[in-house]
């Protein structure tokens, strides 16, 4: 069984076939470019979940299963901001410094300082059967300054209470055991395990 993730990263793919294989032992787990699936996918949607659709059905172009993702932090007392702008918060797409400086000017003087990190895996399937879509959150709190170097992103400023500490102090697999991203696609491996038993 042939799987297309709508991701050039290596880490993501091998990530999923990783969690996937547990449930499709047969799984193949391929990137756009190993599927032949050319040009740029516009991630225009306004929530998570319209993003990772979009990279699910162009993944699915190729006439295999398409798998896209959508992730970003959600700030309470920002109204939900960075949201699905989370990469290019600060204007530039992927400077995750200027990114997480904006949050922390922004986040100035607030004392809700409740936030959540959130991730929508979608599917899409070539004959045009009903998508699966499965979310993943963490929730934790914002510090005013930055807490350790590990990790990505808004990492440093995410203290996540059961740890005590930050994602950007804790080890990656101590976050990988909460995470938004592994709790996604651990509830999207299983339904499309259960998709695929069906249909047998
Ligand atoms: P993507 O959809 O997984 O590419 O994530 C979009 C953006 O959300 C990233 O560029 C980061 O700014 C932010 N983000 C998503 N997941 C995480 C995380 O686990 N830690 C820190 N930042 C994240």
Not at 123 to 141: L, N, T
């Amino acid at each position: 069984m042939k799987i297309v993730l709508a991701s050039h990263n290596q880490k993501k793919i091998a990530e999923l076939r990783t969690l996937l294989g547990e449930y499709i032992p047969d799984v193949e787990v391929l990137s756009l470019a190993d599927a032949g699936v050319e040009g740029e996918i516009v991630e225009d949607g306004d929530t998570f979940e319209a993003n990772a659709l979009i990279k699910a059905r162009a993944a699915a172009a190729s006439g295999y299963i398409g798998v896209g993702d959508d992730s970003g932090l959600c700030v309470e007392a920002l109204d939900g901001a960075p949201g699905v702008y989370s990469a290019r918060y600060a204007g530039e797409q992927g400077d995750d410094e200027a990114n997480l400086d904006l949050v922390l000017e922004n986040m100035k003087g607030k004392s809700d300082r409740r936030a959540a990190f959130v991730c929508c895996i979608a599917c899409a399937f070539p004959d045009g059967s009903d998508p699966i879509v499965c979310h993943g959150r963490v929730d934790g709190e914002l510090l005013e300054a930055r807490e350790g170097k590990g990790g990505f992103g808004y990492d440093p400023i995410f203290y996540y209470p059961p740890f005590g500490t930050t994602f950007g102090v804790a080890s990656a697999e101590q976050k990988n055991t909460v995470s938004h991203r592994a709790r996604a696609l651990a509830a999207f491996a299983k339904a499309l395990g259960e998709r695929l038993t069906q249909e047998k």
